[in-house]
């Protein structure tokens, strides 16, 4: 597995499952530093027809389209166990998702889990699982990404 650990990167993007309002965020709330903000990727987002989405950031994807989701910073202490915990729900061991270095709309380098294999795949126009899904999301968030008074 490809694991791309760079010291310095310590934020994530989620545009699915990951987020706060959806069922998988209890993993990566503990790891957070705080609300974390409103984000995009450029990429497209999929449905898999299994309750969770699927998002391609590489050439695969159509040009011009982008993933709606929320960046967080990672608190550094616990870095590795996030990524570790990440990478076990991502499944990037059977190849499902791999993580990923991606640029946010915002300019942030940030890990995100983009789709690999085995899945049939169904476009969301939008680029937000949660607009697809009528989930809204929680009304945190500040439009400025948030600053840290933590050590990094």
Do not use: K
């Not at 990429?43 to 027809?49: E, N």
Request: glycine share 12%; aromatic share 12%.
């Amino acid at each position: 597995m490809t694991r791309p650990d760079t010291p310095s990167v310590d934020h994530v993007f989620v545009y699915g499952t990951l987020r706060p309002g959806d069922v998988r965020w209890q993993f990566l709330e503990p790891y957070v530093v705080d609300e974390g903000w409103p984000d995009t990727v450029d990429g497209q987002l999929f449905d898999t027809g299994l309750d969770y989405p699927a998002a391609i950031f590489d050439e695969r994807a159509i040009p011009g389209g982008l993933i709606a989701g929320q960046t967080y910073r990672l608190l550094a202490h616990s870095l590795g166990d996030c990524l570790d915990v990440l990478d076990r729900e991502e499944d990037t061991v059977g190849g499902r998702y791999r993580r990923v270095l991606v640029v946010t709309g915002r300019g942030v380098t940030a890990y995100a889990y983009e789709y690999g294999s085995d899945l049939d795949l169904t476009p969301i126009d939008s680029g937000d699982w949660f607009a697809h899904r009528g989930l809204v999301p929680p009304s945190f968030g500040s439009p400025e990404p948030a600053r840290s008074t933590l050590a990094p």
